[in-house]
């Protein structure tokens, strides 16, 4: 080798060793970069999920809203449980009852909890978490009046449209003169203003405001109904993942006695057992199964 070619090689060394420091160099940042992206990736699965939920807020005691406009109410109470088991931040919002289902759908929000009953319409199109709540239907009428659920051919009888006891009302009562209207409050109204002569409705609900000044001259005419759709869920999207999540959270609350608290606060013990109390409470002591032909609507409470 001659002098000139080891001239030329040791300048292409020099040349080339700050390169590979160089790259050392970036090698070695990125080697330490790659915890840290790590560390934020975890960081992002750990932030709490941001969840919207809307409800019907006319439906004492389920949803409802106070003189300042909160919404509270028992579903009000077990969703914050429910958001706080999870860790969730959850923001609840009122809509109207015909556009829950909907709403849910076109994705304005990411579930739906206002006494909705699941049936099998119903889980046609939207997802239901295990039941929370089970509730059957009562004939409101009067006092001292005699209406009774097998005299109400050609009787204006008022219930909330696309629930539980107005789909009853179509299925078993056709040649009544039903009376639709879009919250309980309106039904309500055209009872005590002697528009109707009676009401079917939610038990619980019914009972509610029986206790109320307004419905102090009223009374549950009957037996309770039951439909076979008495179980209420919180509806999602088909497929939601939201479903699996909201399932184990209320499984944890019953398990820790959250939701026997809460439940209690409102009802005095656990769903069930509290509804059917009230019932009897109110001289309701026999329970009519209604074997349905055909399931009820899709909207239906």
């Given at each position: 080798?001659?002098?000139?070619?080891?001239?030329?090689?040791?300048?292409?060394?020099?040349?080339?060793?700050?390169?590979?420091?160089?790259?050392?160099?970036?090698?070695?940042?990125?080697?330490?970069?790659?915890?840290?992206?790590?560390?934020?990736?975890?960081?992002?699965?750990?932030a709490p999920m941001n969840i919207k939920i809307a409800t019907?807020?006319?439906?004492?005691?389920?949803?409802?809203?106070?003189?300042?406009?909160?919404?509270?109410?028992?579903?009000?109470?077990?969703?914050?449980?429910?958001?706080?088991?999870?860790?969730?931040?959850?923001?609840?919002?009122?809509?109207?009852?015909?556009?829950?289902?909907?709403?849910?759908?076109?994705?304005?929000?990411?579930?739906?909890?206002?006494?909705?009953?699941?049936?099998?319409?119903?889980?046609?199109?939207?997802?239901?978490?295990?039941?929370?709540?089970?509730?059957?239907?009562?004939?409101?009428?009067?006092?001292?009046?005699?209406?009774?659920?097998?005299?109400?051919?050609?009787?204006?009888?008022?219930?909330?449209?696309?629930?539980?006891?107005?789909?009853?009302?179509?299925?078993?009562?056709?040649?009544?003169?039903?009376?639709?209207?879009?919250?309980?409050?309106?039904?309500?109204?055209?009872?005590?203003?002697?528009?109707?002569?009676?009401?079917?409705?939610?038990?619980?609900?019914?009972?509610?405001?029986?206790?109320?000044?307004?419905?102090?001259?009223?009374?549950?005419?009957?037996?309770?109904?039951?439909?076979?759709?008495?179980?209420?869920?919180?509806?999602?999207?088909?497929?939601?993942?939201?479903?699996?999540?909201?399932?184990?959270?209320?499984?944890?609350?019953?398990?820790?006695?959250?939701?026997?608290?809460?439940?209690?606060?409102?009802?005095?013990?656990?769903?069930?057992?509290?509804?059917?109390?009230?019932?009897?409470?109110?001289?309701?002591?026999?329970?009519?199964?209604?074997?349905?032909?055909?399931?009820?609507?899709?909207?239906?409470?």
């Amino acid at each position: 080798m001659t002098l000139s070619m080891t001239s030329s090689m040791s300048k292409k060394a020099l040349l080339l060793a700050p390169l590979s420091a160089a790259m050392l160099l970036l090698a070695g940042c990125n080697n330490s970069s790659a915890p840290a992206e790590s560390a934020d990736a975890d960081t992002a699965t750990e932030a709490p999920m941001n969840i919207k939920i809307a409800t019907e807020s006319s439906y004492k005691p389920f949803s409802y809203t106070d003189a300042d406009g909160k919404l509270i109410g028992y579903e009000i109470e077990l969703v914050d449980a429910l958001c706080a088991q999870m860790k969730a931040e959850c923001e609840v919002i009122s809509q109207d009852w015909d556009g829950l289902i909907p709403g849910l759908n076109a994705q304005k929000f990411d579930a739906a909890i206002a006494g909705m009953s699941i049936t099998p319409e119903r889980k046609e199109v939207v997802d239901f978490s295990d039941p929370y709540f089970h509730s059957g239907i009562i004939l409101i009428g009067k006092k001292g009046d005699d209406i009774s659920i097998d005299s109400l051919k050609g009787q204006p009888i008022a219930s909330q449209r696309s629930t539980v006891a107005s789909q009853y009302l179509q299925d078993e009562h056709a040649d009544a003169d039903i009376k639709l209207y879009d919250t309980q409050d309106n039904a309500y109204l055209d009872l005590t203003s002697g528009r109707v002569r009676g009401m079917m409705s939610d038990k619980v609900t019914g009972i509610d405001w029986l206790k109320t000044d307004a419905g102090k001259d009223y009374e549950v005419k009957g037996d309770e109904i039951s439909t076979n759709d008495d179980a209420m869920g919180i509806a999602f999207r088909k497929g939601d993942p939201l479903v699996a999540k909201f399932n184990a959270a209320l499984a944890e609350l019953k398990d820790n006695g959250t939701y026997d608290q809460i439940t209690g606060s409102y009802f005095g013990t656990s769903s069930t057992a509290a509804a059917q109390k009230a019932v009897v409470t109110d001289g309701v002591d026999e329970v009519i199964v209604v074997e349905e032909d055909a399931p009820a609507e899709a909207a239906t409470n």
